[in-house]
């Protein structure tokens, strides 16, 4: 006894999403849904297998070319850092209060609108001063530079 037709385009089909999930190139789901509506066609209208490869490539082509783009763009996401520096940049030219002392060549603590920030600056800035945020200076945007409120040092 043989498994049917649609039973082993479902299997294809499974094997197919399995391979979309550890390598996600955003192509191999559309062959899962091309191998399931085989089966399904296979299943309900008993076409022959010569039938059901030409459903199963064109379906899969369709899908292919036709929901790819749309797909790629709802699933993309927006990258963590242009977040990030989007966010520490709306903090440049605020007064931030010094919550650590910060000493030349060495990141002290701020706290500016509820969150904590690390901080850098030319002058020592006790714990309590007020300071302006002049600009980040690392990298991953988590560290600004900043200057007391009274321009010393400046």
Do not use: H, N
Not at 107 to 122: L, N, T, Y
């Amino acid at each position: 006894m043989y498994p049917s037709p649609a039973l082993i385009w479902f299997f294809v089909g499974v094997i197919f999403l399995i391979g979309e999930m550890t390598m996600p190139a955003f192509i191999l789901i559309f062959f899962t849904a091309g191998s399931w509506i085989a089966g399904l066609c296979a299943w309900l209208l008993g076409v022959s297998i010569k039938v059901q490869i030409i459903i199963f490539v064109c379906s899969s082509l369709l899908f292919l070319l036709s929901l790819r783009k749309y797909g790629l763009r709802t699933f993309k996401g927006t990258v963590r850092s242009d977040i990030d520096d989007a966010y520490a940049d709306s903090k440049i030219g605020k007064k931030a209060l010094v919550t650590t002392t910060i000493v030349p060549g060495r990141e002290g603590e701020i706290k500016v609108q509820g969150s904590f920030w690390r901080a850098v600056a030319d002058t020592k800035i006790a714990e309590g001063e007020s300071v302006i945020i002049e600009t980040q200076t690392s990298d991953d945007g988590l560290t600004l530079k900043v200057k007391p409120v009274d321009g010393r040092g400046a």
